[in-house]
């Protein structure tokens, strides 16, 4: 698939900080130290609904990551999927008498256009779960020939599952215990209590053809891919093993990086499968979590169509740290659309306040986890000080302006 369009990203004065960002396996917050290419993937959409802020909250995190990578004189080999094949695309078609094809890339060019009004940089490669079967299907094949996956005990519908003891490390992402595993599988588009598995657990590979249901005939015979092993197919043969950072919503913490880090595994005999996990919180609307059975997402594009200014909605969803559980309010949007307007009226005077250390202090911030609330405290008081006249800086606008592009992807 073809990513959406770049947009420029100033080089900044001064040399970029290393970065440090939470591991949800570890818990703790380490240094990234990838190698002069940094390899990231970030799990992408289902394109059955549009864009929402909890999609765009996680998107801008990992922006975040791509942009700091850079200042500190990396390249970056982002990767991002689309699931442009599995349970939830067709049960919406059919619920909306849509053709599944023409829904996804009805909503993935959505989400192209969402992801560039919010100035989010692009992956290198944007690989959809379809153009990838042929890959899958042979990691799976792979998986299956060396007894780490195994055929469901069903004449009828003999699908393929992951057996989670192949590695003897499966729960080391997630940390989570066996009943909290076997829930969220069940939440989550895991099938516990399907009968012939050898384990609740379990996450399927392969599904064998189902009556009125797309199918691809293979080695493994007609069928369709299961969710994890899709994502692992596709950083792996692009990637490599042991890659830098593997991120997410937290909701994808188990079963679906548990899991595509325990094929991925299975399959290399290469530990760890990304050396970090990286999760964002999610976001809610005036207090209640979002959620498509409520019915009270907010969408990127509505926004837009609302002409809510996308850089506004990219403040205020940066306004909170990343791994927080947080609100989207109609205040919060207000407060974010007032401190951009005070952002854009600062950089336009002809002289600010002395930039000193401004800079320094962002890329500290951002660098320690991505602590964009300290970062854009420091910018604010910049704005403030500049607005009071107290500068006769006169590159200190036109810097500042520079920085906030740069690192946190807002045009000022
Ligand atoms: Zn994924």
Redesign the pocket.
């Known amino acids: 698939m073809l990513p959406w369009t770049s947009v420029p990203h100033p080089q900044l004065p001064g040399q970029g900080i290393p970065l440090r960002l939470h591991d949800t396996a570890t818990g703790e917050i380490r240094p990234t130290a990838p190698g002069p290419t940094a390899r990231m993937?970030v799990?992408?959409i289902t394109p059955y609904d549009a864009t929402h802020l909890g999609h765009a909250a996680t998107y801008l995190a990992f922006d975040l990551v791509h942009r700091i990578w850079r200042d500190a004189g990396h390249d970056v080999h982002y990767v991002q999927?689309v699931?442009d094949i599995d349970d939830p695309l067709l049960e919406r078609a059919a619920r909306d008498q849509d053709d599944w094809v023409v829904l996804g890339m009805r909503e993935t060019a959505l989400f192209r256009e969402d992801m560039e009004s919010l100035r989010v940089l692009p992956p290198r490669e944007f690989v959809g779960a379809v153009e990838a079967i042929g890959e899958i299907v042979e990691l799976v094949a792979k998986l299956l020939a060396s007894g780490a996956a195994y055929r469901a005990d069903d004449a009828q519908h003999p699908d393929v599952y992951f057996d989670h003891r192949a590695t003897g490390r499966f729960g080391y992402e997630s940390g989570y215990d066996e009943q909290t595993m076997n829930r969220l599988s069940a939440e989550r588009g895991g099938d516990p209590d399907r009968p012939g598995k050898r384990h609740p657990v379990d996450a399927l590979l392969w599904r064998t053809a189902r009556d009125g249901e797309p199918a691809w005939e293979s080695e493994l015979g007609a069928g369709r891919p299961g969710?994890?092993v899709?994502?692992t197919a596709i950083a792996l043969n692009r990637l490599g093993t042991t890659f830098d950072v593997q991120g997410?919503g937290s909701d994808?913490i188990f079963p679906?990086?548990e899991f595509?880090a325990a094929h991925g595994e299975a399959l290399t005999g290469s530990h760890p499968f990304a050396r970090h996990y990286s999760h964002t919180g999610m976001i809610g609307l005036d207090g209640e979590k979002m959620s498509k059975s409520k019915g009270n997402l907010v969408f990127v594009s509505r926004l837009r169509a609302d002409d809510v200014d996308p850089m506004a909605v990219r403040l205020a969803l940066l306004s909170g740290h990343y791994r927080d559980d947080r609100s989207w309010t109609n205040d919060l949007l207000e407060a974010s659309t007032a401190r951009l307007a005070r952002w854009r009226e600062a950089v336009s005077m002809p002289a600010g306040a002395p930039v000193g250390d401004v800079l320094e202090r962002v890329r500290t911030h951002l660098a320690d986890d991505l602590d964009t609330p300290r970062a854009i405290a420091a910018l604010d008081a910049w704005a403030g000080e500049t607005l009071n006249r107290r500068g006769r800086d006169t590159d200190a606008p036109r810097l500042i302006g520079s920085c906030v592009d740069a690192l946190l992807g807002i045009t000022l």
């Open positions: 993937y799990c992408g999927n699931t969710w994890h899709e994502c997410g994808l679906h990086h595509s």
